[in-house]
RNA sequence: GCUGCCGUGGCUCAGGGGUAGAGCACCCCCUUGGUAAGGGGGAGGUCGAGAGUUCGAAUCUCUCCGGCAGCACCA
């Protein structure tokens, strides 16, 4: 028999015979190390510990510290332990696919009745069964052939389907623990039950297309989440809670900032406070664009249905559209109208007056354009997807050479305002020509070699998304980050040659001949509705000073302070400052707490001394610890703190 | 739109075939109290809408509307 050289990850080398298995190599490095073994590395691939190795080769053994190899054993076992519960209590559901995602994995399955929460705590009861047997994990590599004939026997019509699909050349692998088998490209642990039984929660089922396509039949989708002991399943459950704390919806009632209702499902009720962070997010919109160049106008919401075909919205777009009709009874004209889900078409209509000439371009036309979508009802989600919202649009009508400039331009605006609103990264995805488009290929190699230019003469790195550009160009997404990490996808610019010629955009060149413009389309925040969602869950409802719906409460302590509250309001209030008396009679104990709640970021406390003394006494919120300073002071430096980012 | 769950006073929720309950908020009274809920009293709901079953429906059934979770969608 071969000996072959096996290399440990510290560099130390061993001699086996070929064939050896990593767990075996394990079992003989030390006892406690082949029983506490997971998996193995073999030369960077990922491997059950089964797998012979046959020739020399460098081996990691994965342990339950190795975090990464251990959570993605510990959630794929616990897939297939799942998979085989629901099979064994119920036999005749069809078992399909079932990965790992973030925090655990799902699984569907192919059976008429839903799941109800009842079967899920019957399955986990029988989860902990199967892990308890401590079934040994065992695999096969079969034929193509043996595992269709296999799959069918069974009426495993999935099954059949995926083991189709794995490339020629592939090896086609069956895994079993107790009697329950399935398909699976592994690796997997040794045995069931290195699944911590106390680590592992189902969370929710729902519904789930076959293939991801809304075509297909409808499977039942069960989630779980799995860790690697109790207290990080308890730490993580945790942190779900604590998201649920930062969910705008809930912030929007504590703050009392916007509501929704059935009359206008998807549209926003603006309440004082809401409309008050939206108007300073707005005015600092206003005052960065212009900075930059743009003009900014005002185009109608209710379009006749002309305009729509003329763009290719009536044939691409009706579906998301409201449509309006005049009732007939008071109408002496007939026309259908749309409500506009974009503003591109209008600000074609303002670019087309008059007789443009190249010492116009670029030229940058603003809007905060107010749109309707009709989204799908499962779609809506507070102010994240919304049927009626507001974007900070902008078209850009310049020429192909002038392209990269205002690339560049809109990035450094973009930049700017991420970090002036508290997001210091994000990230660039380049969108190509999807399968459903207009234009020639001519066209597109034209509008996608332009951008790419762009992005490449600006240096920053950035993702290809292939085939996820927009119908009419391709487009640059930008996503920033959250404070807990998560994407969003605001910004976007977009290269489009397509609608200046439907609506037949053109300028007069330097050659006295009629050309055609390109248009830019970009937004930096995208939709305002969205975007103050996003900054609500970023900040946790903690606004920064400069954005808060009421920046200082100030609070008497007993009421003969309550003259001087006033006053020092009328101080604050003439400098600009959205301050508010609490002259109420309650207990400071109990206005600290309202205001605190109410996310408000300074309370200003009066009582009889701060009166004789003329000061405040100041609270920050989420600060225990108080402060006594004298009133001008405190108002001189609040007036700072209010001023916005870009007026600093 | 699809699957599941949900829809009770302003909010959070309990109840559940015999015509409604709590806490908070609101109003009134007492209390003037130093940094996250002082005390007492009062008012407030045809239980999402419509139809059906029943002697009787908020409670059961169906349809619709809306919400939540996920899926699909987000040019």
Redesign the pocket.
């Known amino acids: 028999m071969a000996q072959i050289t096996i290399t440990l990850p510290d560099g130390a080398q061993r001699s086996y015979e070929a064939g050896i298995t990593g767990g075996e190599v394990a079992a003989d490095i030390s006892k406690s190390l082949g029983k506490a073994a997971l998996a193995c590395t073999i030369n960077g691939e990922f491997r059950d510990l089964s797998r012979p190795i046959e020739a020399d080769a460098d081996l990691a053994i994965h342990t339950i510290k190795d975090e990464a190899q251990a959570l993605e054993l510990i959630r794929h076992d616990a897939a297939h332990i799942m998979a085989r519960a629901v099979q064994e209590i119920w036999p005749d559901v069809k078992v399909t696919i079932g990965p790992v995602i973030a925090n655990g994995w799902y699984y569907d399955f192919d059976r008429e009745e839903?799941f109800?929460p009842d079967d899920l705590a019957q399955i986990e009861k029988r989860m902990r069964d199967i892990i308890a047997a401590r079934d040994p994990v065992r695999t096969e590599v079969w034929s193509r052939a043996d595992a269709i004939a296999h799959y069918e026997a069974a009426d495993e019509p999935f099954k059949v389907a995926l083991v189709n699909r794995i490339p020629e050349g592939e090896d086609i692998r069956m895994y079993w623990h107790g009697d329950w088998q399935d398909l699976c490209r592994g690796p997997h642990l040794v045995h069931t039950g290195q699944v911590p039984a106390d680590a592992f929660k189902l969370t929710?089922?729902?519904?789930?297309?076959w293939e991801?396509?809304?075509k297909n039949k409808?499977l039942?989708?069960i989630?779980g989440v799995a860790f690697r002991n109790r207290q990080e399943l308890k730490d993580y459950l945790h942190m779900v809670e604590e998201a649920e704390k930062r969910?705008h919806?809930r912030l929007a009632?504590e703050m009392d900032l916007f509501h929704?209702?059935?009359e206008a499902?998807?549209m926003v009720f603006w309440h004082p406070n809401g409309w008050t962070v939206y108007r300073a997010l707005e005015d600092y919109m206003r005052r960065r664009q212009i900075e930059d160049g743009y003009r900014e106008i005002r185009t109608p919401q209710v379009v006749d249905r002309k305009l729509w075909e003329a763009s290719g919205h009536w044939d691409?777009?009706r579906e998301?559209m409201f449509i309006t009709e005049i009732d007939e009874e008071h109408a002496n004209e007939k026309r259908t109208n749309a409500l506009k889900?974009?503003n591109c078409p209008c600000h074609v209509q303002v670019y087309n007056q008059g007789l443009k000439s190249y010492r116009d371009l670029p030229l940058r036309l603003a809007e905060f354009g107010s749109?309707h979508?009709y989204?799908?009802?499962?779609?809506?989600?507070?102010l994240m997807?919304v049927r009626g919202f507001v974007q900070d649009d902008a078209h850009i009508f310049c020429t192909q050479e002038q392209i990269e400039a205002e690339c560049a331009k809109f990035i450094q605006l973009l930049s700017r305002v991420y970090k002036d609103l508290g997001f210091d990264s994000f990230k660039i995805m380049f969108s190509t020509r999807?399968e459903?488009r207009i234009g020639t290929d001519a066209e597109w190699d034209i509008t996608e070699g332009a951008l790419e230019a762009a992005i490449k003469s600006i240096g920053m790195d950035y993702e290809v998304d292939p085939g996820?550009?927009?119908?009419?160009g391709p487009k640059l997404d930008f996503k920033l980050t959250d404070a807990i990490g998560r994407e969003w996808q605001c910004g976007t610019f977009q290269v489009d040659s397509q609608l200046p010629d439907r609506l037949e955009a053109e300028y007069v060149g330097e050659d006295g001949e009629k050309h055609r413009p390109f248009m830019l389309h970009r937004a930096v925040l995208g939709s305002f509705e969205r975007f103050l969602g996003i900054l609500i869950e970023n900040y946790a409802g903690k606004l920064p000073f400069w954005l808060a719906p009421r920046q200082v409460v100030v609070a008497?302590?007993?009421?003969?302070a309550d003259e001087y509250v006033t006053e020092v309001v009328e101080n604050l209030r003439a400098q600009g400052i959205r301050a508010e008396a609490d002259t109420r009679?309650?207990?400071?104990?109990?206005k600290?707490?309202e205001h605190?709640?109410g996310k408000v970021p300074v309370?200003l406390?009066?009582?009889?001394?701060?009166v004789e003394n003329k000061t405040v006494?100041m609270?920050r919120?989420?600060e225990?610890q108080?402060s006594?300073l004298p009133t001008g002071e405190v108002v001189a430096a609040l007036k700072g703190e209010a001023t916005p980012p870009d007026l600093v």
């Open positions: 839903p109800t929710r089922v729902s519904g789930a297309y991801g396509d809304a409808q039942q989708r989630y969910d919806r009632k929704l209702q059935e499902p998807g691409k777009y998301n889900p974009m749109c979508r989204e799908a009802s499962g779609a809506m989600h507070g997807r999807p459903k996820e550009g927009a119908f009419y008497s302590i007993v009421s003969d009679n309650e207990k400071i104990n109990y600290v707490r605190s709640l309370i406390a009066i009582g009889r001394q701060e006494s609270r919120l989420g225990k108080s006594v």
